[in-house]
């Protein structure tokens, strides 16, 4: 499977980007969002995390290949696990993505079905079984660093905040004063931090009270 490419933006439209790649052009389907943070790289070499679902009726025979980019690895993570709920294909997940992945894992962690509902494609009964499957799954990426562009937010470091929003719970932490927790240990870079312990040491040594 293809995973990430990169190439010169040469086309830009309201549902894909067309790379091009030597002497090849290739079409990749991206959500509003991204096309949103890659309005200015027209005609500039960027680079794609990239997953490949079969488009069609595969009893019939008539499939397409299509190839769906996102900005992070974080990104394509996220969309993946958004489409294991029962209604949300990938071209359901990908119409959806009109916010960072940041605020519709924490519309989604604090069942916010209002939100979610909202989001194109999405309405209220698809909303809440997007609760139901993914509440306990997604405190990683409500946790992700707001920027698009940070390069620090790799499958890796998500898995270490991710421990660290479990344990800062079991030690009797809300769930919102875990994630400013986080937010603050983290704020100086997340790639310093090796595992969970590393993480916690520091939050607690950056909170002592005067």
């Avoid at 069609?56 to 499939?63: D, H, M, P």
């Amino acid at each position: 499977m293809i995973t990430q490419i990169t190439g010169k933006l040469v086309k830009l439209s309201d549902e894909q980007v067309v790379l091009e790649i030597g002497p090849f052009q290739l079409e990749v389907l991206v959500s509003d969002y991204t096309r949103r943070q890659l309005q200015h790289e027209l005609n500039k070499e960027i680079q794609l995390h990239t997953l490949v679902y079969l488009d069609g009726n595969i009893t019939q025979g008539k499939v397409v290949p299509r190839m769906i980019g996102f900005l992070t690895e974080a990104e394509r993570e996220f969309f993946d696990l958004f489409c294991i709920v029962d209604g949300v294909g990938s071209k359901k997940a990908l119409r959806a993505m009109v916010r960072p992945v940041r605020e519709i894992a924490a519309a989604i962690e604090d069942q916010n079905v209002k939100v979610l509902a909202g989001l194109p494609g999405i309405g209220p009964a698809t909303a809440e079984r997007i609760v139901a499957k993914l509440r306990r799954k997604v405190p990683k990426f409500a946790l992700m660093a707001a920027r698009p562009d940070d390069d620090e937010i790799t499958p890796e470091v998500l898995d270490v905040i991710a421990d660290t929003f479990e344990a800062l719970i079991s030690l009797g932490h809300s769930e919102a004063e875990a994630r400013r927790l986080i937010d603050k240990g983290t704020e100086n870079g997340k790639k310093k931090f090796k595992d969970s312990s590393a993480l916690i040491e520091a939050i607690y040594k950056n909170n002592k009270p005067n």
